[in-house]
């Protein structure tokens, strides 16, 4: 009869000091590219709120002036209404 090898994969328990080493500084570039992550999304979250304030301002400035856009285009009407040659257009006067 011929004897079997048996081929069962087997771990080395020892652990050389350059696979610590390596697993050290992976440990630290993961570590350390999560602390420049949370920065770059903190300076992401200051520049948005920045941004929204921003346009925040810009939306109540075009309020207000589309308030008075409409304020004079009434007060022109009323002159329009009251003095018939004011209407340049139609008269063709200058």
């Known amino acids: 009869m011929i004897k079997k090898e048996k081929k069962n994969w087997y771990f080395n328990k020892q652990i050389d000091l350059s696979v610590l080493v390596q697993i050290i500084f992976l440990a630290v570039l993961i570590?350390?590219?999560?602390?420049?992550?949370?920065k770059q999304l903190s300076s992401l979250?200051?520049?948005?709120?920045?941004?929204?304030e921003t346009q925040r301002q810009f939306q109540q400035r075009i309020e207000e002036l589309n308030k008075a856009s409409i304020c004079y285009e009434?007060?022109?009407?009323?002159?329009?209404?009251?003095?018939p040659e004011a209407d340049i257009g139609k008269n063709g006067k200058m």
């Open 31 to 38: 570590v350390g590219s999560w602390v420049n992550l949370q």
């Open 74 to 83: 009434y007060r022109l009407r009323a002159i329009e209404k009251k003095i």
């Open 45 to 52: 979250q200051h520049d948005i709120t920045n941004l929204l």
